[in-house]
Structure formats: structure tokens, C-alpha cells
């Protein structure tokens, strides 16, 4: 821990005065300017104050804290499977003795009968492997569903997004469930999974470790007590460390889930147990999904008075049908390109009544999480739903935005034949020099074996595209919401449907002729699969310390509007995570910082520069 304090970002002890310029999507000319917003003194000195507080003592104590946690856990560990080694090969013995028996019985008996004996040996073997099989079995396998008795293959998996398919499909939103200690203000799948969701949230906090520091340093000083946080987000093992983090600084939170897939069930269980009031389960219908948001939202003894949202769901729903609530919240704290587009079209019609904070714009989401998180997990969802081999594949990427750009480095990167479509001629000249062919999706429709959306606007790939595309396409979106693909003219009488693995369906046309769809259109890599932990610890601490702003921020200081975040946080986000890869940075001298003209302490670069 010595390490990651001694080599983040030094804190400065003064601080320019706010901008007061507003980030605005219609000012061009302001936009070519350094608009970042300076943070508020409240928080950095906060944080700088937790720091100084820190001595090396209790470094090295902290150090012999998880030292000694990790001993413990190994010596558990290691217990754990000395037992199960232990027992495997006791059956082990045990089947081999019957084996013996067996062989024994061929040895003494001739070749007088040799085909009955031959059927003795084989049904002797078969029970044998039985009685193995059934021992193995857990005593309460629970219903399995039917997409799950249809195909049992590589979609299993021992991570709960994939695992969950098994469980019981029917609503839970007439069941009573309570946790251990009384709190009934909740609604999800099944609270008897805390353990597993528990077991979960720990394997996570092990690769986001900037939270794990912000707790350390700012936990002491509660910069968020006081502040209750309403979210809508996805509900995974790495949002859930967010939550607990927020709860540790200080805040009271509620969630709903921002996609009916996401959810992982074993994940809202632990929250819930807790003391989180979260309203969501993996397999929402439509109208479940708007009625968790509005629980989460019309609670009679409790108001928000801050929003972290993800697609603006959560922002919308609140502005639409409780506008007294929505007037009096002091910030919103938006990390998507969706929910960003609603942010100013509310903006631009003058009623957004409260500040907002553009997460989605920050360096630190749209470099890490869109571009390397989805390089990653791109492919991650492609393999478990459709066990698709990408060499030699003829593949089209729709938009070259940084999600685009992830999604095609990973699958050149594997032998795929990769086409782009784009509408920005900028974005188009990056693919073209990144050796992608740059063209429209209806001149290689038919040629095609996959295509995946990424560009965060509606009817990208229509009816017209889907009846043209040959037998055995792939079809997915890797954008936020489910409008990228035209699904509502799939619904139709001619066209059936056929779900063949949990988030796989094919879409029949009356030939014969099928696509593949995944996840319904929806987000695919966090629907099918999962997401790396260590990218979403840099945007959950980029959530937090957004947060963190807006809700201590002197009056004033912000306006009804749309904000970037500091670069400063950017900066300082980037530089909790270096210490886990051993990294050094160089220090500039007084006269390097007085040659480029910035204090040394940075922001190094002004807020026009194009990482």
C-alpha cells in the first residue's frame, strides 16, 4: 500500500478558480478551448488531508492486515482441496476394486460363453459409472428451464452471468423475501444466494483496486453523507463494489438495473442482504423492468437526491413522473453515449433543473472502458453464445468509435476479414488506416457471416439488411440499447422464432433461412458474458469521485447543465491504477513545467488533446 500512496498523482496545494464556460455540444468554438471544469478545492484537499493523515506505520500494518487475510484464505483454500482430492480418489479406489472384480470374472470364464460374458462386464461397468455420476450429483438440482435441457454446452459456466439460466423463470415480484436482518424493501431472484453473490463482489474487489484505496483514504472523512444515491445500472460484481464503496463513504444507495440481462441474480442477492435496496433480476420482461425502476423510485420515506444512471432510463422515468423529485436533486451522474444524448436534448430544451456530470466523455471511460474493455470482451460473448470460430470470418463493425475500434483490433487480431460502416468521414479515415475497408453494410450483406452494432444510434441494421443476409449470420449489438437493430420488423407473423441457448435465438424465415440473434439486441458482452474487473474499477472510480464533486461543490459552482468531468480526476483516476503494474512516472523539474507552460503537478494536457 506504501507503493500505490508514494505513486499517485501529488496533490496541489492551490487551485484555479472555476470556469465558468459550460460544455456545450452546440458551442464549436467553445469546444476548441481548455473548457475542463477545475475541481472543487473540497474534494482534492479532502483527499490530500486523508493522505497526510497516513503514516508509514499504518502502511505497513495494512500491508500485514491482508498479508495475514491472504495466509488465511490460502490455508482455507488449500484445506479445501486436500479434502476434495482426497475423496475423488477414495471413489476413485472404489471403482477400480469393482473393475477388478470384473476383470476376475472374464479371467475364469472361458471362451465357452464369451458374448454373455462380454454383457456382464458392460452393464457391471455402467452401473458402476452410475452409482460415480450419482454421487456427484447435488441433492437438490432445483427446475431446470427449458432453453437450458435444450442445449447443454460451453454457455456453462462457473461465472454467475452464464450459470443463472437454470433458475426458476417466473417473476419475483409477488414473492416475499427478507434478509437475515429484516429489511423486506427489495426485489430480486432469490435471496438464499447471498454466499455465492458474496463470494463474487470479494473476487472483484481484488482487481479494482483504486476503490479500494478511496475507501482507505476518503472513508474517514464521509465526503457523501447525507447524500442518497438512486442508481440504474448494470447489477454485476464490479457495480456492486461501487455501491458498497459509496455506502462506505458515506451515502445511502437504491438501484435498479439498467438492462433486463445484466443482472447477475447471486450479485443483487448480497446487496440486498447488505442493507441495499436493489429491485432487479437476470430475465426482466419489459414491463418488469420499468416497474423495478419505479419502486426503486416511489419509495414513500425516501427521496434521491443524486442519480447515477447508465442510458438515462433512470433520469427520464424520474423527469417524466416525478418531477417534484427531479427539481430537487443536486446532481446526475451519466456514463453512457445514450443517456448523454438525452442530457442535452433535455438541455438544449431548457428543462434540465439540475447539473449533470458526462461521465461517458471522460478520458478514463472512453479509452479504458469502450475501447479496451471492449476489445476484451467482444469476443469473450461471441465464443460462449455461438462457440464461433473468427479465423477466415467476413465480418462488419458498424461505427468506429472507440467501442468499434476495440471490437475490430480483436478480431483482425484473430483472423477475422473485418469491413466497417461509418458515417463520420473522420472516424472513416482511422478504419481505413487501420487496414479495415470502409463501406456500406447493404454492398457485403450477403457475403457476410457476423454483424455487430457500435454506434449507439437506432435502425442501424434494418429488415431490408436481415432478409438479405445469408443462412447462419450472427447479429449482435455491443452499443447500450437495443434500438441499433430494427427488432420490432422481426416480430412479424411470416418469421419464427427459436431460442436455442439462453440469449440465442434464431429468427426462422419461411425458406428456411435463419440469423442468429444475440441477447435480443441488447448490450452483448455484459448480457452473454462478462467484463474485465480492473477496466471497470477506472470508470466506477471515475462514477465515484463524479459523484463526489457535484454533491460537495459550493452552491453555484455548477449550473443546469452538462459538465465534463475535471481532468484533473481523469488524471488522478489513471494514476491509482499505475501502481499495479509497477509503474514509474517521471516527475518534471520546475523549468520543464515553466517550458510547456503547466504546473508540474499537472493537468498535463489541455482539454482539447486527443489521447
Keep these: 500500500m506504501a507503493e500505490e500512496i508514494d505513486q499517485t498523482l501529488p496533490l496541489p496545494d492551490e487551485y484555479p478558480e472555476p470556469c465558468e464556460d459550460v460544455v456545450n455540444g452546440d458551442e464549436e468554438e ?103 455420476e450419482f454421487n456427484k450429483r447435488p441433492a437438490n438440482t432445483g427446475r431446470r428451464s427449458l432453453s437450458r435441457s435444450i442445449s447443454q454446452s460451453s454457455t456453462d459456466s462457473y461465472s454467475s452471468a452464464c450459470s443463472e439460466s437454470s433458475e426458476d423463470e417466473s417473476s419475483p415480484r409477488d414473492k416475499l423475501q427478507a434478509t437475515s436482518k429484516g429489511l423486506s424493501d427489495f426485489c430480486i431472484k432469490n435471496i438464499q444466494q447471498t454466499e455465492f453473490g458474496r463470494r463474487e463482489i470479494t473476487i472483484a474487489e481484488q482487481e479494482m483496486p483504486a476503490l479500494m484505496i478511496l475507501r482507505k483514504r476518503a472513508g474517514g472523512e464521509k465526503p457523501l453523507a447525507g447524500a442518497k444515491v438512486m442508481g440504474c445500472t448494470h447489477i454485476t460484481p464490479q457495480t456492486a463494489v461501487l455501491m458498497e464503496t459509496l455506502s462506505r463513504l458515506g451515502a445511502q444507495c437504491r438501484w435498479a438495473a439498467c438492462n433486463i440481462f445484466s443482472t447477475q441474480n447471486a450479485v443483487a442477492a448480497a446487496l440486498a442482504e447488505g442493507g441495499i435496496s436493489v429491485f432487479a433480476w437476470k430475465g426482466e420482461s419489459e414491463d418488469d423492468f420499468w416497474w423495478c425502476i419505479d419502486r426503486c423510485v416511489g419509495a414513500e420515506s425516501w427521496q434521491p437526491n443524486m442519480i447515477l444512471d447508465d442510458g438515462g432510463d433512470l433520469t427520464h422515468w424520474i423527469q417524466k413522473k416525478y418531477p417534484s423529485i427531479f427539481k430537487k436533486l443536486k446532481g446526475i451522474v451519466e456514463e453512457s453515449v445514450t443517456g448523454i444524448y438525452r442530457l442535452y436534448q433535455l438541455s438544449k430544451a431548457g428543462r434540465l433543473c439540475v447539473p449533470a456530470m458526462n461521465v461517458n466523455d471522460s478520458v478514463t471511460k472512453q479509452k479504458f472502458d469502450n475501447l479496451y474493455c471492449c476489445k476484451e470482451s467482444v469476443l469473450d460473448g461471441l465464443k460462449r453464445t455461438t462457440d464461433v470460430m473468427f479465423g477466415g470470418k467476413q465480418v462488419v463493425v458498424c461505427g468506429y468509435g472507440e467501442v468499434g475500434k476495440g471490437c475490430c483490433a480483436a478480431l ?117 458474458s462478462t467484463v474485465p474487473s480492473f477496466v471497470l474499477s477506472i470508470t466506477a472510480t471515475t462514477q465515484a469521485l463524479a459523484l463526489i464533486e457535484l454533491y460537495s461543490a459550493p452552491e453555484g459552482r455548477y449550473k443546469q447543465d452538462v459538465y465534463l468531468l475535471p481532468k484533473k480526476m481523469d488524471e488522478y483516476v489513471a494514476s491509482l491504477h499505475l501502481p499495479t503494474f509497477d509503474a514509474h512516472l517521471t516527475e518534471l523539474t520546475d523549468e520543464q513545467g515553466k517550458y510547456l507552460g503547466i504546473s508540474k503537478h499537472g493537468p498535463y494536457k489541455p482539454n482539447y488533446y486527443r489521447y
Excluded at 32 to 52: G, I, Y
Excluded at 54 to 73: L, M, Y
Excluded at 426 to 441: S, T, Y
Design 412 to 528: 483482425k487480431a484473430l483472423g477475422a476479414v473485418v469491413n466497417v460502416t461509418e458515417a463520420d468521414p473522420i472516424c472513416a479515415l482511422q478504419a481505413c488506416m487501420d487496414g479495415f475497408r470502409v463501406i456500406k453494410l447493404g454492398e457485403v450483406v450477403r457475403q457476410v457471416d457476423m454483424v455487430i452494432t457500435c454506434t449507439g444510434n437506432k435502425n442501424v441494421v434494418g429488415r431490408e439488411h436481415m432478409d438479405r443476409m445469408k443462412n447462419g449470420c450472427i447479429v449482435c449489438n455491443m452499443g447500450h440499447s437495443n434500438t441499433e437493430i430494427d427488432l420490432v420488423s422481426l416480430r412479424t407473423a411470416e418469421l419464427r422464432w427459436e431460442r436455442v441457448r439462453p440469449q440465442v435465438d434464431h429468427v426462422i424465415w419461411p425458406d428456411g433461412r435463419r440469423i442468429v440473434l444475440l441477447a435480443e439486441g441488447r448490450l452483448l458482452n455484459l448480457s452473454c
Design 30 to 132: 467553445e469546444n476548441n478551448k481548455d473548457q475542463s471544469v477545475k475541481c472543487s478545492p473540497n474534494l482534492l484537499q479532502m483527499l490530500k488531508a486523508a493522505e497526510s493523515r497516513r503514516t508509514p506505520q499504518s502502511w505497513d500494518r495494512d500491508r500485514e492486515e491482508a498479508s495475514g487475510t491472504e495466509e488465511t484464505e490460502a490455508q482455507k483454500t488449500d484445506m479445501h482441496e486436500r479434502a476434495a482430492v482426497q475423496s475423488y480418489c477414495s471413489q476413485c479406489e472404489s471403482r477400480s476394486a469393482s473393475m477388478k472384480k470384473v476383470y476376475s470374472l472374464v479371467n475364469i470364464t472361458k471362451a465357452k460363453d464369451q458374448e454373455a460374458v462380454q454383457s456382464i462386464c458392460i452393464k457391471q461397468i455402467q452401473f458402476n459409472d452410475q452409482k460415480h
